[in-house]
């Protein structure tokens, strides 16, 4: 594959059986894979034709994962394509209900009447994805989260299915109403801004409201939730508090706002940005609580070198992705 053609692939004018070489070429090695990153990350957008550079390798990046999303009525866990070495800021995923359709057919499949396809979307650590649903709602995924919706989504009410975190824009359909669900309560809403997460190393299920109106559903239990609320599940007690709602999806805008966590959960979260390995060598550390805020384009040394500064802690790398933490006595 020559750089012209992977340039030619960035200014649209690739045709398709061009591109669909451009697939195949991909998928044979991870070396090749590795060329195709090093010329795009040369490329300046302000002198391509195409200027949604991120959006269409995103586009790319989604057509050869597409039929690993393919889902039965027992979801098979797959894994995107990873480029490991290089970090995505933001991944655009269009969810066509009809393009998912035809993959599944072309992958010789078939369903029966009692039988539900489920599509999934998996984002990785040190990613996050913007997905479009057919109804028309936006859901930023955060990293190492998935979001999986059924191909009957359009008739009647609209259902999905949450681990990990992201901030949902609900559009209006026909007084349909939308519910998420995760695996500590469902979220039913009709048209509104909020943010979920359920990430299971969390032990805690939260959702804030941004606008809008919510309901929140355990069981029998119905709790209504107002903008600028933060309702919390943790081990089977419910807390509601007044919270400055914005800031708990400053992440979708490369923004790290922490507030009153526990140092052990930014790590982890730092974890996942970052797609590194940290290893917490003191225990007395795991339960300081911290706050602060981040913006995505720090790297991850910048971050703990500010966590030295500002914490009696010093850390030491440890291979490639790898880093560890201890109390500085």
Same mark, same amino acid.
């Given at each position: 594959? %020559? ?16 591109? @669909? ?5 991909? %998928? =044979? ?10 010329? /795009? ?17 995103? =586009?790319?990046?989604?057509? #050869? ?28 995923? #269009? ?18 009447? +009692?039988?539900? !396809?489920?599509? =999934? ?5 040190? @990613? /996050? ?11 930023? #995924? ?6 999986? $919706? ?9 259902? !999905? ?5 992201? $901030?949902? @824009? ?19 809403? #009709? ?21 809008? /109106? ?8 119905? &709790? ?7 309702? +919390? ?9 007044? +919270? ?7 992440? %979708? ?17 730092? @974890? ?7 290893? &917490? ?6 339960? &300081? ?7 995505? =384009? ?32």
């Amino acid at each position: 594959m %020559k750089q012209d053609q992977i340039i030619a692939y960035f200014n649209g004018q690739l045709s398709p059986s061009e591109e @669909e070489d451009l697939l195949f070429w991909l %998928k =044979e090695k991870e070396e090749n894979r590795m060329v195709f990153l090093q010329i /795009k990350n040369k490329l300046d957008p302000d002198k391509m034709d195409h200027p949604l550079l991120e959006s269409s390798y995103s =586009e790319l990046k989604n057509k #050869l994962v597409v039929k690993q999303q393919i889902k039965s009525v027992r979801p098979i866990k797959s894994k995107p394509l990873i480029f490991s070495v290089w970090k995505i800021a933001a991944m655009l995923v #269009l969810a066509a209900i009809s393009g998912f359709m035809a993959a599944y057919l072309l992958a010789g499949r078939s369903t029966t009447q +009692t039988n539900t !396809v489920w599509f =999934e979307t998996q984002v990785p650590r040190g @990613e /996050k994805s913007l997905l479009l649903l057919p109804d028309g709602s936006k859901v930023w #995924l955060n990293s190492e989260s998935s979001l999986s $919706y059924p191909g009957n989504f359009m008739e009647g009410n609209r259902n !999905v299915k949450l681990k990990g975190e992201a $901030y949902f @824009e609900v559009a209006k359909h026909n007084g349909s109403i939308f519910t998420v669900e995760t695996p500590d309560y469902n979220v039913r809403v #009709l048209g509104t801004k909020f943010n979920l997460m359920a990430y299971e190393n969390f032990y805690r299920t939260e959702t804030t409201l941004i606008e809008g /109106k919510i309901e929140i559903q355990k069981g029998k239990q119905i &709790i209504k939730v107002a903008p600028g609320q933060t309702f +919390t599940d943790k081990d089977n007690q419910f807390f509601s508090k007044e +919270t400055t709602a914005a800031k708990s999806s400053r992440w %979708k805008d490369d923004v790290f706002d922490f507030d009153q966590i526990t140092f052990q959960e930014m790590v982890i979260r730092l @974890e996942r940005w970052y797609d590194v390995d940290i290893d &917490i060598r003191s225990d007395e550390l795991k339960q &300081i609580t911290y706050s602060g805020v981040f913006k995505n =384009e720090e790297t991850i040394e910048e971050v703990l070198n500010t966590f030295q500064l500002t914490m009696p802690i010093r850390y030491t790398r440890d291979g490639f992705r790898k880093f560890n933490i201890r109390m500085n006595k």
